[in-house]
């Protein structure tokens, strides 16, 4: 739990400025761990080396087949490290233990499998014909790849990137959040144990202005950032100065639309817990619930019954379905928010505040909001906690299917009716880059996810994954190369 050298460019090495930052459990408020505070100089360093081993060295010009063996021992490297994952981010994010296997660590090793894979049977190469007229279509690693992750699933999401960027031939530099850095160090470990040539990766935790220095770095070719709108606004508009190459994966105030013949007993426990799941902060949650105003009483009375008996507190406690937000600013962001909603009239149905009998860590009781109205500032921001806000509606399918797409966001949503075919009717007219149907969500890593309007650019997962980091080109064949 604590690291004193960076990982540059395939080895440990202690940071240029010799600063280190403590990780602080939002269970207990105390460190739990430490990091070397990476800066400018070592993200230098770190770029150089991708840039060497990308411009001269062995990855990018191996066959396919040669770096997806080398994935699937990475895969296998994973597996070995499951357990240490999940419980590291038990403690530098407050990720309830019940759930962290899955949230953490479900899919790290099956990725790197999934793009191995993908990678010897991709086509990268094509020859295509018209007329007299020949061309080869090559299908080019984009370059020296920044990696830039959050904390709420530090390493997941850094595996969402850095899986299908190898499988490219890309190099990467990647940089987790401040708050939850500990994890991407076993993911280093993994690399590097399954002989990923030097240069290829680098893990480097730093905050903002770090975080900008790679962003900027001319030896970088590539930006692929999940993280809030905000951000990734920021992000974009530095790429922009040198048209860098870009794939946002952002926020969301993602809907579940309630058709009015649902079973709002069968279906209400799992809208409940998935909003609550890593405690609310979880960008594609569906934290706007539509639901017909005929049933909206007896859904949000189920709904407030239900959050009463989600189980609050240690992460570390298999019982604990929320833990805590992952630092006090998030938990007063929350609060925030909680107050905002009651203001506008929202009504608080349950929790709204502080669970009691937990008198240390950044906790929120999981909260119902009724009354809300998809104007008021609740239902249009993204609060990132354990909060879901209940919406009436009046005019059937076709009002839910407005209010779901009145959103400056376009994550994820979902439908549920005791008719599947009339659900399906609904997820076809919601403008979001991923819709379920009674819960069930396509089967990952094979689909694509990501966001329309302000929710993203590009895709991560399947096919549009490994695309996502490679460059099309086209070169004319004479009649002599047959």
């Known amino acids: 739990m604590h690291r004193r050298d960076l990982f540059i460019g395939g080895a440990w090495t202690p940071p240029a400025g010799g600063g280190y930052l403590d990780v602080i459990s939002p269970s207990t408020e105390s460190a739990v761990g430490s990091v070397p505070d990476a800066t400018a100089p070592d993200i230098d360093r770190a770029?150089?080396?991708?840039?060497?081993?990308?411009?001269?060295?062995?990855?990018?010009?191996m066959t396919p087949a040669e770096r997806a063996d080398i994935l699937d021992r990475a895969a296998n490297e994973l597996r070995q490290r499951t357990d240490a994952i999940a419980?590291?981010?038990?403690?530098e994010m407050g990720c309830a233990i019940s759930q962290a296997p899955q949230a953490q660590t479900g899919l790290t090793a099956v990725l790197f499998d999934y793009y191995a894979s993908l990678a010897r049977e991709y086509e990268f190469e094509r020859v295509v014909t018209s007329g007299a007229r020949r061309g080869l279509v090559t299908r080019e690693p984009s370059g020296v790849v920044a990696i830039i992750v959050p904390w709420n699933a530090p390493v997941t999401l850094a595996c969402w990137k850095a899986a299908p960027a190898l499988a490219a031939g890309c190099s990467v530099v990647i940089k987790p959040a401040p708050?939850?850095?500990l994890s991407n160090f076993l993911l280093a470990e993994a690399l590097e144990a399954a002989g990923i040539p030097d240069g290829v990766v680098s893990v480097l935790p730093a905050g903002r202005e770090t975080g900008e220095h790679l962003v900027t770095h001319p030896g970088v070719d590539k930006v692929a950032f999940t993280g809030s709108t905000a951000a990734g606004k920021r992000i974009m508009s530095l790429c922009g100065n040198s048209v860098k190459?870009?794939?946002?994966?952002?926020?969301?105030?993602?809907?579940?639309?309630?058709?009015?013949?649902?079973?709002?007993?069968?279906?209400?426990?799992?809208?409940v817990h998935g909003g609550m799941h890593l405690s609310g902060q979880v960008c594609g949650a569906h934290t706007r619930v539509l639901v017909?105003?005929?049933r909206y009483g007896e859904t949000v009375e189920a709904a407030a019954a239900d959050a009463a008996h989600v189980t609050v507190g240690d992460p570390h406690d298999p019982a604990t379905l929320v833990g805590p937000l992952v630092a006090e600013r998030q938990?007063?962001?929350v609060e925030g928010y909680i107050k905002l909603a009651a203001d506008a009239g929202a009504r608080v149905a349950f929790g709204g505040g502080r669970p009691p009998g937990l008198p240390r860590g950044w906790y929120?009781?999981?909260?119902?909001?009724?009354d809300v109205d998809n104007s008021m500032r609740v239902a249009r921001?993204?609060?990132?906690?354990?909060?879901?806000?209940?919406?009436?509606?009046?005019?059937?399918?076709d009002e839910a299917a407005a209010i779901a797409n009145d959103s400056p966001y376009g994550l994820a949503g979902g439908v549920w009716s005791s008719d599947p075919a009339r659900a399906l009717g609904v997820a076809r007219r919601l403008r979001t880059g991923s819709v379920s149907v009674n819960g069930a969500y396509p089967p990952f890593p094979l689909v694509p996810f990501g966001g329309f309007k302000e929710s993203g650019l590009g895709r991560e997962l399947g096919t549009d994954g490994l695309e996502n980091f490679l460059e099309p080109r086209s070169i004319g064949l004479p009649p002599e190369l047959g």
């Open 47 to 61: 770029v150089t080396a991708a840039r060497t081993a990308f411009d001269t060295g062995p990855w990018p010009r």
């Open 87 to 91: 419980g590291v981010t038990v403690d």
């Open 179 to 181: 708050e939850a850095p």
């Open 245 to 271: 190459r870009v794939s946002l994966e952002l926020g969301g105030k993602s809907a579940a639309v309630l058709l009015d013949d649902v079973d709002v007993a069968g279906v209400i426990p799992r809208i």
């Open 292 to 294: 017909p105003r005929a």
């Open 331 to 333: 938990r007063d962001r």
């Open 364 to 370: 929120v009781q999981p909260t119902i909001l009724a």
């Open 381 to 397: 921001e993204e609060i990132f906690g354990p909060v879901l806000s209940f919406i009436p509606y009046d005019g059937g399918d």
